[in-house]
């Protein structure tokens, strides 16, 4: 039985779970969209997972959701003699002339343009900022000297963390584009973008999705640079969610700034009505133990009391031994807090007169009035999906139904908070339309005789407009 939560649980694919069954448990259990990591990801590999995903869809009217998260720039250093210790005060000089096997003297960066970015007085992490280095000298071509401030045992390949440096990569290195184009080929339902710095960067991959399909995707903007709470007023105007992704958010910028910083980015993804993600350790301990620790426990109900649309599981699913129960833990810890009153939407109503100003407007007037006189459901129907994003963003107590005859939105609509969506494809006069809904809501159980139900749509429904229609029923 699929669960009646509205906050929504992306889980990431993996070897943990790549069998049918397990797929189809973790979905009965609360999944609802599941992560693609590029960073690991083998294209035949996916391919046959997205297939079984989009099989059991089809199979049990499930509506799941898959979201291709690529890696992004990730800075690495080369292969590094066994066991190499670095103690703090040592000098070490990062090289990019060449691919030297590293030791505790010199390590090779595979970013070339590393001495050129990077200046005295700033910091490198290394290895999840297990080791901590401050730049002395570069020569601005191939050297960079640092002193080693925390010190520690030098791994192979592992990750580099430039907090204090403005670098020149984009955000799509060729590998993202390659993975971008193979995502786009799959008609994956969402992209998420790692190290979002400038507004830039999701331009191009628009650019991107814009040459190699016909549909939009939609785009989630991975926050984890400082650099991109500098401009994440532009950011959000660009993307269509955010991920609060706080693995590299937590590196890059001291540990302790973090609690804030994400219920910072979740005001601000409230704010501007579009969906957000709380990612990363989650639930850790589960890899491992079939009991998450209160901490944790606590974690997920205060992202969801924040705000959160959806909650990620990351290493838990894609590796750990209990993919299923992790899952079965989250949406036990979701419902038990969702419904609080404590959870607060930011109330700024529709100003700006865009073209979907009155589709806004109407929007929230549901959302509110349903609250009003207690409306079991909102009903509306779409073919772009945007009520759907405008009705989730306020947050009402009624179900939001969404019937549309688009099967690609059917799908990309199950990361929004709260959204159910069924297909619809008669295309009959308003009046039937709406009997015709209802009667199917109440058949589905969602309402009974003596409900209020608001209806959105288009009016005359074959042009597929916009909506400008708010009607209420009583169901008989």
């Not at 200046?119 to 999840?128: Q, V």
């Not at 209802?438 to 139900?453: R, W």
Request: with cysteine; charged share 25%.
């Amino acid at each position: 039985m699929l669960t009646n939560k509205k906050t929504k649980i992306v889980a990431t694919l993996g070897p943990a779970c790549s069998t049918r069954e397990t797929i189809k448990d973790m979905i009965d259990a609360g999944v609802n969209v599941f992560r693609v990591n590029f960073s690991h990801a083998d294209y035949e590999d996916v391919k046959e997972k997205i297939n079984i995903i989009r099989g059991l869809n089809k199979e049990f009217g499930y509506t799941t959701a898959i979201l291709g998260d690529l890696q992004g720039p990730k800075l690495r250093v080369g292969v590094m003699e066994e066991g190499v210790v670095v103690h703090d005060g040592d000098l070490i000089t990062f090289t990019t002339a060449e691919d030297i096997l590293g030791t505790a003297k010199k390590v090779f960066m595979k970013y070339k343009n590393f001495p050129n970015d990077v200046n005295p007085g700033e910091r490198i992490l290394l290895d999840d900022g297990k080791l901590i280095f401050e730049i002395v000298e570069t020569d601005k071509k191939s050297e960079v000297v640092a002193r080693v401030i925390q010190g520690g045992e030098l791994k192979s390949k592992k990750g580099v963390n430039l907090p204090n440096t403005k670098i020149s990569l984009p955000a799509m290195t060729e590998k993202d584009i390659e993975d971008a184009i193979f995502a786009i080929g799959q008609n994956v339902d969402w992209i998420a973008l790692s190290f979002v710095k400038t507004p830039r960067d999701l331009q191009d991959l628009q650019e991107l999705i814009a040459e190699h399909s016909e549909y939009k995707i939609p785009i989630v903007a991975k926050i984890e640079m400082p650099e991109a709470l500098e401009n994440i007023d532009k950011i959000v105007a660009y993307c269509d969610a955010l991920m609060v992704a706080r693995g590299d958010l937590g590196v890059e910028l001291p540990a302790h700034e973090v609690p804030l910083v994400q219920k910072e980015l979740i005001r601000r993804a409230k704010t501007a009505r579009i969906p957000v993600i709380v990612a990363t350790q989650m639930m850790e301990t589960m890899i491992t133990s079939l009991t998450p620790t209160r901490a944790e426990v606590n974690d997920v109900a205060n992202s969801v009391m924040d705000g959160a649309d959806a909650v990620m599981l990351s290493g838990e699913t894609a590796t750990g031994n209990y993919p299923v129960q992790v899952i079965q833990k989250m949406t036990q810890i979701i419902e038990a807090v969702e419904d609080s009153p404590l959870i607060q939407v930011p109330q700024n109503t529709p100003q700006i007169k865009t073209k979907r100003f009155i589709t806004k407007t109407i929007c929230h007037h549901a959302a509110t009035m349903a609250n009003v006189i207690k409306a079991k459901a909102i009903c509306t129907l779409t073919n772009s999906g945007y009520t759907a994003f405008q009705i989730s963003a306020w947050r009402p107590n009624a179900h939001i139904l969404v019937f549309t005859s688009n099967e690609r939105i059917l799908t990309q609509l199950n990361l929004l908070w709260g959204v159910k969506s069924f297909m619809y494809t008669k295309d009959v006069s308003t009046d039937d339309t709406v009997t015709d809904v209802n009667e199917i809501v109440k058949q589905k159980g969602f309402v009974q005789k003596g409900d209020f139900l608001i209806n959105l749509a288009a009016m005359p429904i074959k042009d597929k407009g916009m909506v400008n229609t708010l009607r209420v029923s009583e169901i008989e």
